[in-house]
């Protein structure tokens, strides 16, 4: 399997030369693409064993979460890591998708940075220490209600997890023998009683309260 690097960030001198470094001191060809460019890709021209790497100071939070939500089948096997993480980035939002291998802060360490390509490329997760500390804090404030404390259904129940499994409408709905509309019905109760607005915060949240 061909191993390449897109860096997915806007074609300016630092993103030139950061696919530069990387394609120097690494085996991986680099290429630099604009956001609007990449979006309008077609997701089978995306080659397996690919390693995404978003800009974080090219994309809003929001836009990067709905990129990730939307992900067709085809990326499972599509390497994703972000980089200019900043301090106030929601990294525990990021950090429990299955999509993301990496996390890289600004201003890390040249060799920091391709040590982590390269581990990501032998599949592993790979997180600097000061993010994963502040993720372990975060997770350790936050201590789990019960899950019948938001008065969630057996049904309700299932059906979140099977979104915290990274399930799609249609693999719940044909997982439960469900219909979609049905499904989707859910899923609309499900965010009303846990106070979620979208699929990944809710991901999130099953990952906190369901082990309990």
Not at 79 to 87: M, R
Not at 135 to 152: S, V
Not at 156 to 161: D, H, N, S, V
Not at 172 to 179: M, R, V, Y
Request: proline content about 3%; overall charge negative.
């Amino acid at each position: 399997m061909a191993k390449e690097v897109v860096v997915i960030g806007k074609e300016n001198l630092q993103n030139s030369l950061l696919a530069s470094y990387i394609e120097t001191h690494t085996t991986y060809p680099t290429t630099v693409t604009e956001p609007e460019s990449f979006i309008s890709v077609n997701p089978d021209e995306i080659q397996d064993g690919t390693l995404l790497l978003i800009d974080c100071n090219s994309w809003t939070e929001e836009r990067i979460i709905s990129f990730l939500e939307n992900l067709p089948d085809k990326a499972e096997s599509t390497h994703i890591a972000l980089f200019n993480v900043s301090e106030s980035c929601d990294t525990e939002n990021f950090a429990q998708h299955t999509a993301i291998k990496g996390l890289f802060p600004e201003n890390i360490a040249h060799e920091q940075f391709i040590s982590g390509i390269k581990s990501i490329f032998d599949g592993e997760l790979w997180l600097s220490r000061k993010l994963l500390s502040k993720l372990l804090i975060n997770t350790r404030k936050n201590t789990p209600a019960r899950i019948e404390d938001f008065g969630l259904t057996r049904r309700e129940t299932e059906i979140i997890k099977l979104i915290a499994e990274g399930s799609r409408n249609n693999d719940i709905a044909n997982s439960l023998c469900l219909s979609e509309h049905t499904v989707k019905t859910h899923i609309y109760h499900i965010y009303k009683k846990i106070n979620v607005d979208n699929r990944m915060q809710a991901a999130n949240w099953a990952n906190r309260h369901l082990r309990h």
